[in-house]
């Protein structure tokens, strides 16, 4: 394993030799207890080829409370990432 490396903030396993890709998560509301150091933004490198379901296993949030946008739109969970990227969690919002 001397060719790999765990990045420290989302777990995820990447080569040392690979070009890691850099994107914006953007969490709001309740959800911004869940973010470094209690800001509401962060970067964070990824693996090229990582899709929004690798993320998801990579942050802890509740998979129940979150409604996802990535560049202002929905995305299925094996979608792709580029570099530059914006990832947003929205909370759930529910009535009655």
Known sequence: M??????CLTGLV???DSK???INIKLYGELKTYT???HTEFKMMI?????????????????DRFVTLINGRRWKK???FVQGDTLVFLPE???G
């Not at 001397?2 to 990045?7: A, I, L, N, T, V």
């Not at 693996?47 to 998979?63: F, N, R, S, T, V």
Request: aromatic share 2%.
């Open 36 to 38: 470094p150091g209690d």
């Open 78 to 80: 094996t979608d792709k």
């Open 47 to 63: 693996e090229p080829g990582a899709c929004l379901e690798d993320i998801l296993k990579a942050i802890a949030i509740p998979h």
């Open 14 to 16: 990447y080569r040392k």
């Open 2 to 7: 001397e060719s790999q490396k765990r990045h």
């Open 93 to 95: 919002i529910s009535g």
């Open 20 to 22: 890691l890709l850099q």
